[in-house]
């Protein structure tokens, strides 16, 4: 268990901790010389079971409120330190206060300097305190009268802080580990060691000679060593301090205070994020939209701005929804505490927990939006993720929403397998989509095309991407095409050459067109790679060359044509044959050339050139220089002539 200090400056915390644990936390010449505690000190004593009880011992002073909030956050109980003879101070209530906004809800109190005045005076310290603490989360915490110099009452408060330690022990294997999170308060450099960083663990696990990540710096490190609760350790654990020996291509002033040590997963730097947030009750006036204000998240300390979601002002005493923005980088996951100060970091406003770290850009303040921001509140991921579900027709990035909840995979596998989600791998990662949602995809595309058939009947149908783009804008193409696969299994979609329609759907030529067409068609059949242009066919069937121009374009909404080159046509046939050389000239030799191509089909460079640029056109190949590389993720039949190259 990790005990944390809290209390007004010269009232004891580091002699109190001294007591019970025979160690001066004060370690800095300047605490030594001046008996003042300047930043976080550590100290470590066993139990009688063989447990280790860590102390972190906070500076009290106003001035120093950044380096006890670097050690505050992370500790499981508040030790709560109250001289006898001052009672209740401005830091007391300060510290007070930070320690509820964090979300610690155990603790004790430590009345020291009983020694040092009268019953009387104790007496009414101990009133003082309880007033303090009516109406907190510690209005009924044990108080502890003691005199650390002479002893009195200190058994009996080890003796508590012992009991505690062991029943949070016996509740700890409920707690879900989730990635490895650690957030650094100190580092240092040791001679004949090197790099070490320490702090309390938010999360997880570590063991030695993990390959582990400094975030947001990105840096990447393997650990050497390991001491867990000042004990060298092979692994360390959610709930202790551990301090890391690190190594790796990295440069000391690479890695500080305020920074995160972290599952390479978990590496995800973020400028803004959303929260639930409440403003004192000791502020006097309400907190305005886009206030400046300091963060402290983990240990690390932040300016940015608040950006209220629910209104304009927040009370003092009140919570709200509200997005964070911050002037630099750092590293969060939903559920983790902040304090938020004034610019002046002269006082504490309030504090919040950490809802999303993905915000949108747009419909910030839209009521679906709030309401995933409340279920994430409840703290129930899988709420949280059958919601998003339900409003993200485009789906959801599955490893995404494991990194921002901080989801151990075998939590993440549960909830996929309890929502039934169809899973979809793309380049970003695995998209999840709810049954209902599926469905309704298919439905919008049948009814895309429905709609297209209404609008141009005498068109075959819709390309590949223009039914996407018809159906769902913002649906990747890589869980559109097993969309389309569902369609054409299930008969609810057809497909002609490269266009998609509806089974019953059909485009026909008049006869005029039909006896015309078939006057000419042998023509572009019996020279398929060289097929005659308009003017040709034109000369050759004693029709007008508008007349052939026009009959070409109705004949191509029919999929059986493609216009590769101005006024000149290729078959469906020759055009997917021609793929096929394309795609084995690029598995021969790395990519197409037209001087390749020409030799393949025969005829003059420049038609193979014609042919190229057609490629490139529908997306089949990418031009770089004078050559062309195949775009792996499209097949012809995705890549389908659009709609200006026909009409």
């Known amino acids: 268990m990790i005990i944390g200090t809290a209390g007004h400056i010269d009232h004891g915390k580091t002699t109190l901790v001294k007591a019970l644990t025979g160690v001066d936390a004060d370690r800095l010449p300047e605490e030594k010389a ?26 009290g002073h106003e001035k120093l409120i950044h380096n006890m909030l670097a050690g505050a956050t992370g500790i499981d109980f508040l030790l709560l330190v109250v001289a006898a003879d001052d009672g209740p101070m401005p830091q007391t209530r300060e510290h007070l206060a930070i320690a509820s906004l964090l979300g610690i809800r155990q603790g004790a109190v430590a009345l020291t300097k009983c020694d040092v005045v009268t019953p009387e005076r104790q007496a009414a310290a101990i009133a003082e305190t309880r007033a303090l603490l009516a109406g907190s989360c510690f209005a009924d ?67 030695v000679g993990d390959t582990l990540s400094i975030s947001p710096a990105g840096v990447n490190v393997r650990v050497r060593g390991l001491h867990a609760q000042d004990r060298p350790a092979e692994s360390g654990h959610v709930g202790q301090r551990v301090a890391l020996n690190l190594v790796g291509d990295f440069a000391r002033e690479a890695i500080r205070r305020g920074q995160w040590v972290l599952d390479p997963r978990q590496h995800l ?18 907190l305005r939209h886009w206030t400046p204000v300091h963060v402290h998240l983990g240990a690390e300390d932040i300016t940015g701005r608040i950006a209220l979601l629910e209104g304009d002002s927040l009370p003092p005493g009140a919570d709200m929804l509200a ?30 927990t950490v809802l999303d770290i993905f915000p949108p850009t747009r419909h910030k303040r839209a009521a679906p939006r709030l309401a995933a921001l409340r279920l994430a509140a409840a703290g129930s991921p899988g709420s949280a993720l059958a919601h998003q579900l339900e409003n993200s027709p485009a789906g959801v990035l599955l490893e995404r929403f494991a990194q921002a909840w901080n989801l151990p995979d075998s939590t993440s596998d549960q909830l996929v397998q309890m929502l039934e989600l169809k899973r979809i791998d793309t380049r970003e990662g695995t998209l999840g ?15 895309a095309l429905a709609a297209e058939h209404e609008r141009a009947p005498d068109m075959l149908g819709a390309e590949h991407e223009r ?80 007349t052939i121009r026009a009959l070409m374009k109705r004949v191509a909404r029919t999929g059986k044509l493609y216009p590769v080159a101005h006024d000149h046509y ?47 056109r529908i997306g089949y190949t990418r031009r770089v220089r004078n050559q062309r590389n195949a775009r792996d993720e499209h097949v012809l039949r995705d890549t389908a002539t659009p709609r200006q190259w026909i009409n």
């Open 269 to 286: 730097p973020i400028d803004r994020f959303s929260a639930t947030l409440k403003l004192s009750t000791e502020e006097s006036v309400a």
């Open 433 to 447: 989509f709810s049954p209902a949602v599926w469905q309704q995809l298919g439905e919008r595309l049948v009814a």
């Open 323 to 352: 997005e964070i923005l911050l002037d630099r980088p750092l590293c969060c996951a939903i559920g983790d505490r902040f304090i938020v100060r004034d610019t002046s970091a002269s006082r504490t406003l309030g504090g919040g």
């Open 570 to 616: 290729f078959t469906d046939a020759a055009v997917a044959s021609l793929a096929d050389i394309v795609s084995r000239l690029h598995r021969e030799h790395g990519c197409a050339r037209a001087a390749d191509l020409r030799d393949q089909i025969g005829g003059g460079r420049k038609v193979a050139i014609h042919i190229l640029e057609f490629f490139d």
């Open 34 to 59: 001046r008996g003042i505690t300047v930043d976080l000190g550590y100290a470590y004593t066993d139990t009688p079971t063989g447990q280790a009880l860590g102390f972190v011992d906070v500076p």
């Open 467 to 546: 039914l996407r783009r018809l159906t769902l804008p913002t649906l990747p193409r890589s869980a559109f095409d097993p969309l389309v696969d569902e369609a054409l299994a299930t008969g609810r979609v057809a497909q002609t050459s490269s266009w998609l329609h509806l089974p019953a759907h059909r485009v026909t030529l008049s006869a005029a067109d039909k006896d015309l067409w078939a006057s000419f068609a042998p023509l572009l059949s019996s020279t398929p790679y060289q097929p005659p242009r308009v003017r040709d066919i034109a000369n050759a069937t004693g029709a007008s060359e508008d």
């Open 141 to 207: 915490a044990p108080l502890f009268p003691v005199a650390a110099r002479n002893g009195e009452g200190i058994a009996l408060l080890k003796t508590h802080l012992e009991q505690q330690a062991g029943t949070r022990e016996a509740d700890a294997s409920s707690e879900l580990p989730g990635r490895f999170r650690l957030a650094i308060d100190r580092c240092f450099t040791l001679s004949g060691i090197g790099t070490v960083v320490t702090g309390t663990v938010f999360s997880g696990s570590v063991r």
